[in-house]
């Protein structure tokens, strides 16, 4: 397959989630998100094991401020994880898809602020445009879109972390669900000794949703490692836009979550805020790519 492919394939699995949550509806966010993380280690383990990709980790150990940021990125991606599971569990379902929809302005936000880049005239609009969205819609449901925030934050900074880290994808995710682990499994086997845990559960289906979390989850982070490194960012940025669509598409079609007019308006300049980014994006591609 081609990076194309790759990439669009993570994008629309990653944009199907939703649906995969809702079949286990009756166990919390938290437990979730213990399991996704010990049933991902697993198959990265083995896949680490089938290409003999140890010597990284061997190094690893001497480098403590890598681990710490390591660290910090695997505390940002496990609150993501947390964040939009119970999003999707309580009806959330459009408000995560807004989160990911402004994922990129918020790079470029992270990019001024942190790295000293300096945003273009049409990112800066963009920007603008994203903020009065935000703005709008806070005013009229009268509270801060937490949920579109804390999933653009934490996963703009982790790609952030990420984007500074000398590990590759698989490496990388593989140290980040280790450092994560101990704590997941920890958190199982008290709620199992407690009798508030749903694992075991009674019915096998729900004990197999739980641990093919492992494969969902590694599976299109993968692919999507795959199609990176075959394609220009611009590409991929106007690829990513197909996961929060799928995602808005289900939360209003499938699940029927309310959205207003007034609502729609605040999207409207949020979605005119990307457009205005991506042909910035695409301009600025196109002018590298003349003189070759």
Same mark, same amino acid.
């Given at each position: 397959m081609?990076?194309?492919a ?5 994008f629309v ?42 010597g ?8 403590p ?23 999707v ?39 603008a445009l ?13 509270? %801060?879109? /937490?949920? @579109? +925030? $804390? &999933?653009?934050a934490?996963? *703009?900074?982790?790609g952030?972390? !990420?984007?500074? #880290? ?22 199982l086997?008290?709620?199992t ?30 692919m ?25 598409v289900i939360?209003?079609w ?14 409207? %300049?949020? /979605?005119? @805020? +990307? $457009? &205005?980014?991506?042909?910035? *994006?695409?301009?600025?591609?196109? !002018?590298?790519? #003349?003189?070759?």
């Open positions: 081609n990076g194309i790759y990439a669009s394939l993570a699995w990653w944009g199907l989630f939703p649906l995969y949550f809702r079949l286990v509806p009756e166990v919390p966010a938290l437990e979730v998100l213990a399991h996704r993380i010990v049933w991902c280690l697993l198959p990265l383990l083995a896949l680490l094991g089938w290409r003999r990709q140890w990284w980790l061997a190094a690893l150990l001497k480098q401020k890598v681990l710490l940021a390591f660290m910090a990125s695997a505390l940002l991606l496990s609150s993501n994880w947390l964040t939009y599971i119970w999003s569990n309580h009806g959330h379902v459009v408000d995560a898809s807004l989160g990911y929809f402004i994922t990129p302005l918020v790079n470029v936000l992270l990019g001024y602020t942190l790295l000293h880049e300096r945003p273009r005239r049409l990112q800066w609009i963009a920007l994203a903020a009065a969205g935000v703005a709008w819609l806070t005013v009229q449901t009268g509270k %801060l879109p /937490w949920i @579109a +925030l $804390v &999933l653009a934490t996963f *703009g900074c982790y952030l972390l !990420r984007k500074i #880290a000398v590990l590759g994808a698989l490496e990388g995710l593989t140290l980040e669900t280790m450092l994560l682990a101990p704590i997941a499994l920890l958190g086997v008290l709620w000794l407690d009798g508030s845990g749903r694992f075991p559960a009674p019915d096998a289906l729900t004990n197999v949703w739980l641990i093919a979390l492992g494969p969902i989850t590694a599976v299109p982070l993968l999507f490692a795959a199609g990176a490194r075959r394609l220009s960012m611009t590409t991929l940025g106007l690829l990513q836009y197909i996961g929060p669509s799928i995602q808005f939360g209003i499938v699940f029927h979550e309310p959205f207003s007019p007034a609502r729609l308006a605040g999207f409207a %300049l949020i /979605w005119l @805020a +990307l $457009v &205005l980014y991506t042909l910035d *994006g695409w301009t600025v591609s196109r !002018r590298a790519l #003349a003189p070759a």
